[in-house]
């Protein structure tokens, strides 16, 4: 019965604003490999949700096919669900956010599911700039189907049995900048102290936010001569900056390394603190993160942190004036106005 969670919890365990537990959070077992990054950036995920203390009831999960896909079952075991077919849980969400705004909306996903059959979804709700939180589960594979390499795999890295990929990778950070995302940020599954801020300062952004995520497969790709395994990752990971996110302006505690403290004020009042690393790297500047991206690239360097951000960024309704109010709560007389609200309609597009 090691399968099931036990229903009680010890009384004095620590509770957020809400007074929920972080066990409050949690969901079902996983049944992913043991090691899995994947289940690393679940628990990222439920420390900061219960950190902000934001309702598990108030979040919407979607996410399409693969094991990254399968990873909501693992956490938020009392909010909303909804697993899309393979490459299509970008417009799914987007209807889902059209619908109720009200909703805080997290898309898990993966480096097949986004980059390969889920391309064009992808760039698509990045240019539409959808208030949302898109992490990708990026391991360079295909884990579910025995670890062929997947669009992210480096050129020249090998896989488990000897192959060698020939063909360049697609870099979904590169692509989010370039296509609109207003907060864009590269984490590692194992570095749980940069990823839960990154998550956390996501959520709270009031735009298209795009977290990629390192995830080593320990099953297929976690091998000498891998760009996605564990090792390889922690000697080339270059760490841009660190952050921290605080509400009220209160005091906070951080073991962050000293330098230049840069503060972005987001749309809801919290402050995204920026520890500096490299006094070359401006994350308000679209141009010069796109630029330094390319540079450590080419180094060789895996380059982390929050590598861009808008703080002024408007959403898909604020550009389309949509109603506040959720669909389900309006009544006929809204969602029909009559001919007349047509005719007016149809005489402003001709």
């Not at 898109?134 to 000897?162: C, H, M, P, W």
């Not at 907060?183 to 959520?203: C, H, M, N, T």
């Not at 009042?269 to 308000?284: A, F, I, M, N």
């Not at 809204?334 to 005719?343: D, F, I, K, T």
């Amino acid at each position: 019965m090691s399968y099931l969670k036990p229903a009680l919890h010890h009384p004095k365990l620590p509770v957020n604003a809400l007074g929920l537990t972080r066990r409050d959070y949690e969901g079902s077992i996983s049944t992913l490999c043991a090691g899995c990054g994947h289940d690393s950036i679940s628990a990222a995920i439920i420390q900061a949700m219960w950190e902000l203390g934001i309702a598990p009831h108030r979040v919407a999960k979607l996410s399409g096919i693969g094991c990254s896909s399968k990873t909501p079952d693992y956490f938020l075991g009392a909010s909303h669900g909804f697993n899309s077919v393979h490459g299509r849980m970008p417009s799914v969400l987007t209807g889902a956010n059209l619908a109720n705004r009200e909703l805080v909306y997290l898309g898990v996903s993966g480096d097949g599911d986004s980059a390969n059959i889920g391309i064009g979804q992808f760039m698509h709700l990045m240019r539409r700039g959808v208030n949302m939180t898109y992490i990708v589960e990026n391991n360079g594979v295909y884990g579910l189907t025995k670890g062929q390499f997947s669009a992210t795999s480096d050129r020249g890295s090998k896989a488990k049995r000897g192959a060698v990929n020939a063909d360049q990778p697609i870099d979904l950070v590169a692509l989010a900048i370039e296509l609109g995302a207003t907060y864009v940020a590269r984490s590692f599954s194992g570095d749980k102290e940069q990823l839960v801020p990154l998550i956390k300062g996501a959520l709270a952004h009031g735009g298209a936010a795009f977290i990629d995520c390192i995830s080593p497969c320990v099953a297929f790709n976690n091998h000498e001569g891998s760009t996605k395994s564990y090792d390889y990752v922690r000697e080339h990971n270059e760490a841009v900056n660190r952050l921290d996110v605080f509400f009220d302006r209160s005091e906070i505690t951080t073991s962050y390394a000293p330098g230049e403290i840069v503060e972005v004020t987001q749309h809801d009042g919290s402050v995204l603190r920026l520890r500096k690393r490299h006094e070359d790297h401006d994350p308000t500047d679209r141009v010069a993160a796109m630029t330094y991206l390319a540079r450590h690239r080419a180094m060789g360097e895996i380059v982390t942190g929050l590598l861009y951000l808008n703080a002024g960024a408007e959403d898909l309704h604020q550009r389309l004036g949509t109603v506040a109010t959720p669909l389900n709560r309006l009544d006929d007389a809204a969602l029909c106005p009559g001919a007349a609200a047509l005719e007016k309609i149809n005489a402003a597009l001709r």
